[in-house]
């Protein structure tokens, strides 16, 4: 059973950065300094098998295990010896701790003792050539005195699985914690969480530790009591199932030491330290609970910035809802108000500014269906492109034309020109050049676009069209150097501006 906390989304400038730098740094110690432990252990024990070390200790390591009534430590080493493994013996019994502490301690092989000057000797020089590899010097073991062991183990893995699924827990759980209580805070525990558990296991079963699962499970530890009561995503494993749900943080504690309780008992022959599991939890939740933050907003702003798509969404979907059964009512001031708002929580949206013309064109207020317009004139976005040629043909219409700023008419004038709605960009144009004023402030504009027409007639052959746009352009810009006026606006109307530059009110009474 897998239960593990996630986080998909951050505030801005909350990234998890300290989460990343410690993995970066498991990453780094994997990779760098431990890429040469292997090939140090081999040479290592090739070396113990051409000494007399075998010949001397694992008689003795037998012994010490019958007199102890380890009886599966026995049955292992019988079986190695019997086969004739030797190195598979001598692993088994380097890997037990407290034979190795009586070992070092010389009551094992006392100084009376025949072989204690050869073995010795061959221990010692063992000894160095495990000392190459990088996990002997840096692991966590029993009585070795070296405190600062609790703290570098914690960067040490055993191989290549092991740190993947160490770092994918990492990153889950330590983002969660890191944006609650604070990168120093949540630093402060994860490795103080990793020490204390080391200590919890070398009290209980002393072996050689290493890796980050301690310190993760601090991190684990600390996201259920920091966020409590509240609901966080979770994704979930139980046997072949697999799914995704919320639950209250709080319970996550119980859950994971319940599981980890029952793989300790379950599987206790496997070299897997799951009093580290148990001690970090319980070390990250004692931590978190007395250093949780006074103000409980910071830690509600990291479910609102997780959950922030969701509720999005649920909006979405809302004012959806209500727009088309107000626009099937023939509410079109509603549906229209309920569009704009779309609008501004999806600005990206074409079909959303096409329908908020559409139902503003059929109502009465002419200051909706001047933004819907002028929404449309100004997006940059390419979907939909048959909905905005029509939406385009239908801002041709005197009525919606007088709304429009001159800057505005000429834009319209270019859509058109670019959806290759020619004659509606002529119409729109010819109002323009009735004028003599506008004419002459908008003069660089509006020739501008009856160029465009003329050069696409002339490349489609349509000769007759292009005569007519050739005499307009020679009748009312007869000297095309004399040409002046103002040059297109480039500044986003007010009216519209806030869709892209403040959130979205939604003051809609969505209760309607």
């Known amino acids: 059973m897998l239960v593990l906390p996630y986080q998909t989304r951050f505030a801005p400038g909350a990234l998890p950065w300290l989460t990343l730098v410690l993995i970066a740094l498991n990453i780094a110690v994997f990779f760098g300094l431990q890429r040469g432990d292997q090939a140090a252990y081999e040479q290592a024990f090739r070396q113990y098998l051409a000494s007399d070390l075998p010949h001397i200790e694992l008689p003795r390591y037998e012994q010490w295990l019958i007199d102890r009534g380890d009886s599966k430590r026995l049955q292992r080493l019988r079986a190695a010896t019997g086969r004739h493994d030797t190195l598979a013996a001598a692993m088994l019994l380097q890997g037990d701790a407290q034979f190795l502490q009586a ?62 699924g160490n770092m994918v827990v990492l990153l889950l759980a330590g983002s969660f914690a890191e944006a609650a209580i604070g990168r120093l805070r949540f ?17 209980l079963a002393p072996a050689v530790l290493v890796g980050a699962s301690g310190a993760i499970a601090a991190a684990m530890g600390m996201v259920a009591t920091l966020y409590g009561m509240r609901r966080v995503p979770v994704f979930y494993w139980v046997f072949v199932y697999f799914d995704t749900a919320r639950m209250p943080a709080v319970a996550l504690l119980p859950v994971w030491l319940a599981n980890e309780v029952y793989q300790w008992m379950a ?33 509600d702003r990291v479910l609102e910035a997780e959950f922030a798509e969701d509720k999005r969404q649920r909006q979405q979907s809302e004012l959806v809802r209500l727009a088309q059964e107000a626009a099937a009512r023939l509410d079109t001031r509603r549906a229209a108000r309920l569009y704009r708002e779309l609008c501004e929580l999806y600005p990206e949206r074409v ?18 269906l001047r933004d819907a317009a002028l929404r449309l004139l100004w997006t940059r976005r390419k979907e939909h492109p048959d909905e905005l040629r029509k939406t385009f043909l239908a801002m041709t219409q005197p009525k919606v034309l007088q709304l429009l700023p001159l800057d505005e008419q000429l834009r319209l004038a270019r859509r058109l020109v670019k959806h290759r709605e020619d004659a509606a960009a002529l119409r729109v144009l010819d109002g ?25 007639y002339n490349r489609a052959g349509l000769k ?46 969505l209760s309607r």
């Not at 009735?434 to 696409?456: K, M, P, V």
Request: hydrophobic share 45%; with cysteine; charged share 20%.
């Open 267 to 299: 599987h206790s022959q496997l070299p897997i330290a799951y009093a580290v599991h148990v001690g970090g939890l319980l070390a990250g939740a004692v931590y978190a609970y007395l250093l949780k933050p006074k103000d409980p907003s910071q830690i």
């Open 187 to 203: 630093g402060a525990g994860y490795l103080l969480g990793g020490a204390l558990a080391a200590v919890l296991q070398l009290a």
């Open 103 to 164: 070992l070092r301690n010389r009551r094992v092989i006392t100084a009376d003792d025949p072989d204690f000057g050869r073995w010795s000797l061959a221990r010692r020089a063992f000894d160095a050539a495990l000392d190459r590899a990088a996990t002997e010097r840096f692991a966590a073991k029993p009585h070795s005195g070296q405190p600062w062991r609790l703290l570098t183990y914690q960067f040490l893995h055993a191989d290549l699985g092991h740190l993947l």
């Open 432 to 456: 323009l050049l009735g004028d003599e004023h506008w004419r002459t402030l908008y003069a660089r504009q509006i020739a501008d676009c009856l160029l465009g027409l003329f050069t696409t």
């Open 351 to 368: 079909d959303y500014m096409v329908a908020c013309f559409n139902m503003a064109l059929l109502g009465a207020d002419m200051e909706e």
């Open 464 to 509: 007759g069209p292009a005569e007519d746009i050739r005499f307009r352009l020679q009748r009312y810009f007869p000297n095309p150097r004399e040409i002046g006026g103002l040059p297109p606006s480039r500044e986003v109307p007010l009216s519209i501006r806030g869709a892209s530059t403040r959130p979205p009110s939604l003051n809609i009474d």
